[in-house]
Each structure stands twice: as structure tokens, then as C-alpha cells.
């Protein structure tokens, strides 16, 4: 890996570390400008993707420890670079680089991934996400009830566009009138403070303050800290939710507790054909209504303290009774000890004459089609598809054998009927092979002394009436049946 240097990084007062590539090697034109050419394209996008491992890793432990590079890393960049280096294993990082998950996109090219450009990346989403923290704790602040006037404010609203659905298109304009450009508005044109003389208000006059913009937070500035602080209590939010709904709701819903999951989709079910014919008689208004009001009015404190209290004293002590209720009407009226799903599957046992009127036959393979005259394969002129071998014949996916043994399948003319097999003769008794008749072979013009019937094109050699050798093709072939059962699968958790 020569073409790359790994010891240049940028110094302090860049806001993006990176690691430079040298493109020396790369095609250029005259001038020296990149060659546009597809094919020398390509090769400056895989020298700047195929970054070595071991380059990788020197420069993270570099910036860590301030090796090398302490003359241009700052202390921020250290920071990152110890926090990435307990992340995520430098011996790991050629696998996660080369890794290609069903996430992945197909038709938009996105970068892969890179220590550099995530590092940059979280620095910019860290300085800029501040305006989301200020939402949601203002959001907080309204649901639990910090100033009383504002979340009664907030229940107006509600209220009034229950009633009046078709305000909803009013209130996006009304956020932005009210929230954003009266707020913008109040900032250039300030109101003059309180005087005791008698003055009178002519126009709002010529702005006297610069217009507010959202700025990013400084690195390394209070608001970045701020800002890093809330994003880790977010993720542990995030986290603690997901494995709440994980370890609560998923159980109900997955159908490890078959029975439960059963009967909660057997009323999801019932509910959701019921709503289907009823849902236009609701009274959707007055259910939003109470919703809206009932989720508020949980976010008060004292509300809270009493609907804890009665849940204990009310609830909780019946709690193990009503389980108990539950599950022996689900044990009694649910059952589910069905046996594995069983099938029978079959394979074609081939013979080829060997020679062309020898008697004698060749094993040829074993195949899961008939290979019967009027087959497309055969039509086509294509080889019969299977295995040489009996042992090689697997069961079909996600099945496994039951049985030890193929079984003969000694019912040979109900097989030829069921498919429609024509130009065959049938063996109703022996090894019950299904052999081809010659295609000049009419079976009105047999021998007076041939132990055979003829139905249509089929033929039925019937052993009690006599011996005799018929007119039979070049191949001929029998049916073996064995039972296969469902196989359970065992998924990695």
C-alpha cells in the first residue's frame, strides 16, 4: 500500500479530521487534472476505499496517544479516536469495511464505512442537534404539566380540532406564524421598554437588532457538552424502550407463548372484522377527544400518585388470579398438540437399454421427474437431471426423512394415470417398471399370443394371462416413496 500516506492529518483548527490519500499513482490527464475515463474512475474509487488495515489502525492509536502526530491532532481529535478505538476493534475493522449487509443500498451510492467520516460526521450532528433537545423538553414540559396554563392551552387546541377536523389545514400555518416569524419579528423590532412619559407609538420603526439565526454549537463550547449529554441520554432511552417492548410485547406477539398468541390473534382478528363493518357509526370525534384528554391528564403528577395507588391496591392483588383464569381457558379451549406436518415425497428410478434391442438395462440415475415420452425435457432432446446414487438423494428444504427406507411404490398404474403418462407399458406386478413403447409400435398389431392390454397409448402388461416379451423403448423407470416430517429450525438469537 504505497500509493497512501497515513501519517498526514489535518491540524487543530480544521473542523474535519481526515486521513489524506495520495493519488499519485492514478491516471491523470496532460494538465494534470484526474482522467475522466470510466475505467481510471474506478481506480481512484478503489484506492480511495481500499485503505489498509494496519494504516487504519497506526493512525488511531497515533491520534490516541499522541504519537506521531501530536504536533496536529488536537485534543478533541484525541477524544474521538480513544472513544472509536473501545467501540470498535481496529482487528475488526477490514470486516466491517468489506461487510455487505440487506441494508444495504442498492441504486443510490453512499460512502462505506470510515472512522474519519464518522468521527467528522458525529461532530457535525452533535453541534447542530441542540434545536431537537430544546423540542422535546419543551414538549416535556407541556405534557407534564410544568405550567399549568400551557398544557390547558394545549387541550383547547385539542379540543377545538376534534370538533373541527378540518383545522388541522390551519395549524401548520398558525406553528409558523405563531412560533417562528412573530418570535423572528419580536427580535429585530425589540419593544421599547417601559416609560413614564406619554409617549405615542408611530410604526414599529427600522430594526434595531440583527435577525436570529441557528447557528451550530462551538467545538468543544458548553452547548457541544450540552449537547453530547443529551444525545446519551437519549440513546438510553432509546435502549431502555426497545428492551421494554422486547421483553413485554414481543413475547405476546412472536408466538413463543403459542396458546396466548393464538387467542390475542383470534380477538385481533374478530376486532379487526368488526371495526371493518361498524367503523363508519363511531363517534370518531368524541373518541379523540377523551384519547387526547386521558393521555394529557396522565402526565400530571397527582393523577399519576392515584392511578399508581389503585393499581396497587386494586389491581394487583387479582393480578395472579385473572392470570390464572386466562390460562386455564386458553389451555382448555385452544389446542395445538398437533403432530409434525408429514408428506411423502417420491423419486424416479431411470434404466437406459443398453445396446439396441439387448434385454439388458443400465442403472442410469435417479431423477425427480418421470422422464415419460411426452415430457418437455425429453421433447426438447435435454438429459434426465438427478443423482447417480441412492444416498445422494437429499429431502426437499426445511424437511428431514422420518423413515429409515424408500418404499416401493407398487401401485405403478395409479402414478401413470394420475399424470397422464402416454407411450409407456405398465408392470402390474414384479419390479412394476414403467417402460417406453417404440414409437412404430401399435398396439393393435400385437401378436395373438402377447400377454398384454392396450388402453390408448398405454399399455398394461398383466403377468396372469401369460409371458411374453413386448415392444418397450429405451428407457423405463419406477417409483420409490419415503415420508418426510417438517424440520425445526434453530434461529442464532
Not at 413614564?196 to 457541544?224: C, W
Request: hydrophobic fraction near 40%.
Amino acid at each position: 500500500m504505497d500509493e497512501y500516506t497515513a501519517d498526514a492529518l489535518v491540524n487543530r483548527d480544521e473542523p474535519i479530521p481526515v486521513i489524506s490519500v495520495s493519488l499519485d499513482n492514478v491516471p491523470t490527464k496532460e494538465n494534470g487534472t484526474p482522467s475522466s475515463d470510466p475505467e481510471h474512475q474506478r481506480r481512484r474509487d478503489r484506492f480511495k476505499r481500499n485503505l489498509s488495515v494496519s494504516n487504519l489502525k497506526d493512525k488511531i492509536h497515533d491520534v490516541a496517544t499522541g504519537g506521531k502526530s501530536e504536533s496536529g491532532a488536537s485534543l478533541q481529535d484525541r477524544l474521538f479516536a480513544k472513544l472509536l478505538q473501545q467501540v470498535i476493534p481496529p482487528e475488526d475493522a477490514h470486516a466491517i469495511l468489506d461487510s455487505q449487509d440487506e441494508r444495504a443500498t442498492k441504486n443510490i451510492t453512499r460512502p462505506g464505512f470510515s472512522l474519519p467520516l464518522m468521527t467528522s460526521n458525529f461532530r457535525r450532528f452533535n453541534a447542530r442537534i441542540g434545536v431537537v433537545f430544546v423540542f422535546q423538553n419543551r414538549l416535556l414540559r407541556l405534557l407534564t404539566w410544568r405550567t399549568t396554563s400551557h398544557t390547558l392551552s394545549l387541550l383547547a387546541v385539542h379540543t377545538l380540532i376534534c370538533f373541527n377536523p378540518y383545522l388541522l389545514a390551519v395549524l401548520p400555518i398558525a406553528v409558523i406564524l405563531l412560533f417562528i416569524m412573530v418570535p423572528a419579528f419580536l427580535v429585530r423590532h425589540p419593544p421599547a421598554p417601559p416609560t413614564p412619559l406619554y409617549t405615542s407609538s408611530v410604526g414599529s420603526g427600522p430594526p434595531l437588532a440583527p435577525p436570529r439565526t441557528i447557528r451550530p454549537a462551538t467545538e468543544m463550547s458548553k452547548d457541544f457538552f450540552r449537547n453530547m449529554r443529551d444525545l446519551q441520554n437519549c440513546m438510553d432511552d432509546f435502549s431502555t424502550g426497545h428492551d421494554l417492548v422486547v421483553s413485554y410485547v414481543a413475547p405476546q406477539v412472536n408466538f413463543s407463548n403459542e396458546p396466548f398468541s393464538s387467542i390475542l390473534f383470534l380477538f385481533l382478528f374478530m376486532a379487526g372484522c368488526l371495526l371493518f363493518l361498524v367503523s363508519h357509526l363511531l363517534p370518531w370525534r368524541f373518541i379523540c377527544l377523551v384519547v387526547g384528554w386521558t393521555t394529557i391528564a396522565l402526565g400530571h403528577p397527582k393523577v399519576q400518585e392515584a392511578a399508581f395507588r389503585g393499581h396497587q391496591e386494586h389491581i394487583k392483588p387479582h393480578e395472579k388470579t385473572l392470570q390464572a383464569w386466562i390460562d386455564s381457558w386458553i389451555d382448555g379451549d385452544i389446542v395445538l398438540d398437533a403432530p409434525p406436518e408429514i408428506r411423502e415425497v417420491e423419486i424416479f428410478e431411470l434404466q437406459r437399454r443398453r445396446g439396441g434391442s439387448s434385454d439388458e438395462w443400465e442403472s442410469w440415475m435417479f431423477s425427480p421427474s418421470p422422464y415419460d415420452p411426452l415430457s418437455p425435457a425429453r421433447i426438447a432432446g435435454e438429459k434426465p437431471n438427478g443423482t447417480r446414487f441412492f444416498e445422494d438423494v437429499m429431502p426437499p428444504k426445511g424437511w428431514q426423512w422420518q423413515g429409515k427406507k424408500w418404499v416401493l411404490d407398487f401401485q405403478a398404474q395409479e402414478w401413470v394415470e394420475e399424470r397422464m403418462v402416454q407411450g409407456v407399458e405398465v408392470d402390474l406386478e414384479g419390479e412394476r417398471w414403467v417402460s417406453d413403447l417404440q414409437e412404430a409400435t401399435d398396439p393393435a398389431e400385437a401378436d395373438d399370443g402377447q400377454p398384454s392390454k392396450t388402453k390408448g397409448k398405454v399399455r398394461v402388461k398383466d403377468w396372469e394371462e401369460g409371458h411374453g416379451v413386448g415392444k418397450t423403448g429405451e428407457w423405463r423407470r419406477r417409483r420409490w416413496v419415503r415420508m418426510v416430517q417438517r424440520r425445526s429450525i434453530n434461529r442464532c438469537t
